[in-house]
């Protein structure tokens, strides 16, 4: 049980800071808007993503079943979004991988959270 929580609780820390950290990069951050046009989106939705990765950032850690799954969906087609967007405009294959990577932390910290409540 113990490592099941420190593996819940480490992944899904990981997982919530990186959004906190680039949501507030993704408003904020001139080269960010770049970024999101080279990609083919337009401004708008550079935006409508901070504000998304905030909220399922908090929604994450709520003991509420339904926000915490919906955090859990959304990240993993945000993941998987950007792994395919990157992939389409030839990025890189470092950029490919990151979004691959991170939706494997999410699926550990989804698999541990689904022991924990199975244990409660």
């Known amino acids: 049980m113990k490592t099941t929580k420190i593996t819940y609780y480490l992944t899904t820390s990981i997982i919530s800071m990186m959004?906190?950290?680039?949501?507030?990069?993704?408003?904020?951050?001139?080269?960010?808007?770049?970024?999101?046009a080279h990609l083919g989106?337009?401004?708008?939705?550079?935006?409508e993503?901070?504000?998304?990765?905030?909220?399922?950032a908090?929604?994450?850690?709520?003991?509420?079943?339904?926000?915490?799954?919906?955090?859990?969906i959304g990240f993993a087609i945000m993941f998987s979004s950007a792994s395919l967007a990157h992939f389409v405009?030839?990025?890189?294959?470092?950029k490919v991988i990151t979004g691959i990577a991170f939706l494997g932390i999410l699926i550990v910290s989804y698999v541990y959270n689904t022991k924990l409540q199975k244990n409660k």
């Open 19 to 36: 959004m906190l950290f680039i949501a507030f990069e993704t408003i904020t951050k001139p080269e960010v808007k770049v970024s999101m």
């Open 41 to 47: 989106f337009p401004d708008y939705f550079r935006i």
């Open 49 to 56: 993503l901070g504000i998304a990765k905030l909220i399922g």
């Open 58 to 72: 908090v929604f994450i850690w709520l003991p509420v079943r339904l926000l915490k799954e919906t955090a859990y």
């Open 89 to 94: 405009v030839g990025d890189p294959f470092s």
